[in-house]
């Protein structure tokens, strides 16, 4: 596929830190607020916020398929209704305003520093109005851990596990916006086999390292989106912190799954980075065995080298960093996860979004949350300021950041932060 704005010999006459996410080949989006002002689509170059709405009133986005409205707005569910086509067009001329030799807005200062915004004087918001939120389990390597922890390790997959992508209807009222505080959360636990249940504050707060997309309007319900057309429904992605309660979820999820253990918050990053955007970053997928299911079949690379780091900051101390991993350990990929999603005939709508389910590698460095890297609270993680931790403590930040690179491109997410306060 051929996408002008991926092209990676582009440079920009913006100055842009080195090593940043941000790069001219990104050109993420999001909601922005300046100063007190009206919240208003953006983009991103280095450590400036592009103001959309402003190009738009100077005219650098005339012959687009956009109006005033789809920026002007606290939500970008208004301009991912021009879909891939129109979402498309509008990242390609960003990337021709920002290249160097290109000086239609280069050359008008005044016109510039109201359309680059420097990013230490911007407040991020929820990026889209979610409708509907949907998790799946789809790291092989994550539930044969979990498997062999809970179950028996000769069996730790259940048996539908290699066929379907395995995956749950989430709350999408509590999804939150990287750097809000969330409670740790209370439920009912059982403290042994012999005890009756009891209710309190969870012990066992647990971060779960996930990806999401987000999708743009899909078919009417009772339609299928394949495999082949998957892509042409998926916005972008961002980084996802599924919040998890270990010890209430224990109890709760047989019959029907988690509950009070999840739906009190799950945290996302503030930058859509396009699927577009990640296009030079595919790679080949597993060889999936048994045989998949027609509908689950696909053909091409769906898989995306993204580098992923979760860190773990006590408060008032530095960050440590706990585990190293890769989107590209996913068995089940997105298109795979979207034609299940609506091989019922669901209707999917845009700004829904889908997360991943816990990114874990082979390795034990690679592991996507702290019931794996601590190994059921068995062998604790040491923390640079001498500390130990078998979950997460009131008063850590949990950080999580993502990006890819090849041939000195470098598209990133920037980070998803997350403070745990004590129970209220």
Known sequence: ????????????????????????????????????????????????????????????????????????????????????????????????????????????????????????????????????????????????????????????????????????????????????????????????????????????????????FITYDGKPLGDTISTEEAEDYIFGMVLFNDWSARDIQKWEYIPLGPFLAKNFASSISPWIVTLDALEPFKIEGPEQEPEVLDYLKYSGKKRYDINLEVLIQPEGKEETSVSKSNFKFMYWNMVQQLAHHTVNGCNIRGGDLMGSGTISGPTPDSYGSMLELAWKGTKPVQLNDGSERKFIADNDTVIMRGHSSKEGVRVGFGEVSTKVLPTK
């Open 1 to 212: 596929m051929n996408i002008a704005a991926n092209d990676p010999s582009l440079k920009t006459w913006v100055e842009i830190p080195e090593n940043s996410d941000f790069s001219i080949q990104n050109l993420p989006f999001g909601i922005i607020k300046v100063n007190g002002g009206e919240p208003r689509a953006a983009s991103r170059i280095g450590d400036f916020a592009i103001d959309l709405k402003a190009l738009f009133v100077l005219g650098y986005l005339t012959n687009l398929p956009f109006r005033m409205e789809d920026f002007d707005t606290d939500t970008l569910n208004i301009m991912m209704k021009k879909g891939k086509e129109g979402t498309r067009k509008l990242r390609d001329r960003l990337s021709k305003l920002f290249q160097e030799g290109q000086d239609d807005l280069k050359n008008k200062e005044h016109h510039v520093n109201q359309v680059l915004i420097p990013i230490d004087g911007v407040q991020m918001l929820m990026p889209v109005q979610i409708g509907d939120y949907t998790d799946f389990y789809s790291s092989r390597d994550h539930a044969t851990n979990v498997g062999t922890m809970f179950r028996d390790p000769a069996n730790a997959l259940l048996p539908n596990w290699l066929w379907i992508p395995v995956g749950y209807h989430g709350r999408a009222s509590s999804v939150i916006l990287s750097g809000q505080d969330i409670y740790r959360p209370k439920g009912q636990t059982k403290p042994g086999e012999d005890e009756n249940p009891v209710v309190g504050a969870s012990k066992l707060l647990d971060f779960e390292l996930e990806m999401g």
